[in-house]
């Protein structure tokens, strides 16, 4: 079975500080696909990033990143500068290589104060 | 244009009542899921249709019957609502049932029975 953890469940910055966000995951699988979903206050649930278990480069998307280390079965996301705007639930997922059904960690609440 | 979207955004019912939510993607995508965001925030998938067919039916009870008329909508049905049903309802849509392919998520329906 599978089974994503994230065991912050609230973390609360001030604009500007980098803040990082802890994903750990569990498959027996040896191809699976990893994502970060945010969910503002709004609602909606937006994608962030997709990442296949053969990639394990960082990679980096404005003040958005993202550690991929397969030794600690952990995809771990960071925030630089943060942004009262960056305030939202963010969930890290896992999918199978086949089937595509998403397996959600419990999601980690951010408060950016100003 | 919206990608996903679902219909209505709020839909608030006494118990024991039957209620549909309507789903619609202009993606293009041939594979659409029904989850459920309960008041924790957690994220579970209960259906998913590849090109109308159903391909994942999650341990939900038979209360709740999706329905795919074509490969751009699937709505859901839920009969003899409960007071435990009330939740967040998302549609999601993606190109196929490939390994990990990106689910792009619509806007969700808050649910609440009372």
């Known amino acids: 079975a599978q089974k994503v953890t994230q065991a912050q469940t609230e973390i609360s910055v001030v604009e500007k500080e980098d803040v990082t966000l802890d994903c750990v995951y569990e498959?027996?699988?040896?191809?699976?696909?990893l994502f970060w979903y945010k969910q503002p206050p709004s609602g909606e649930l937006v994608f962030l990033i997709r990442r296949n278990s053969f990639d394990e480069q960082n990679e980096i998307s404005g003040r958005y990143s993202w550690n991929f280390q397969k030794s600690t079965s952990s995809f771990n996301f960071t925030i630089t500068a943060s942004q009262v705007v960056d305030s939202a639930v963010y969930f890290c997922?896992?999918?199978?290589?086949?089937?595509?059904?998403?397996?959600f960690g419990g999601g980690t609440r951010v408060l950016v104060k100003p | 244009d919206t990608a996903v979207s679902q219909t209505p955004k709020y839909l608030v019912t006494q118990m024991g009542n039957d209620k549909s939510i309507k789903c619609e993607q202009n993606l293009g995508h041939d594979t659409m899921y029904w989850y459920k965001q309960d008041s924790k925030k957690f994220l579970k998938i209960m259906f998913s249709y590849n090109n109308k067919e159903l391909i994942i039916n999650e341990t939900v009870p038979n209360r709740f019957s999706p329905k795919s008329p074509d490969k751009a909508h699937l709505n859901l049905h839920i009969n003899s609502l409960e007071l435990g049903d009330s939740a967040v309802y998302f549609c999601?849509?993606?190109?196929?049932?490939?390994?990990?392919?990106?689910?792009?998520f619509g806007p969700g329906t808050r649910l609440l029975v009372l």
């Open positions: 997922a896992l999918s199978k290589a086949a089937g595509n059904k998403l397996t």
């Open positions: 999601a849509s993606s190109l196929g049932t490939g390994g990990g392919e990106t689910q792009y």
């Open positions: 498959t027996r699988d040896t191809t699976y696909y």
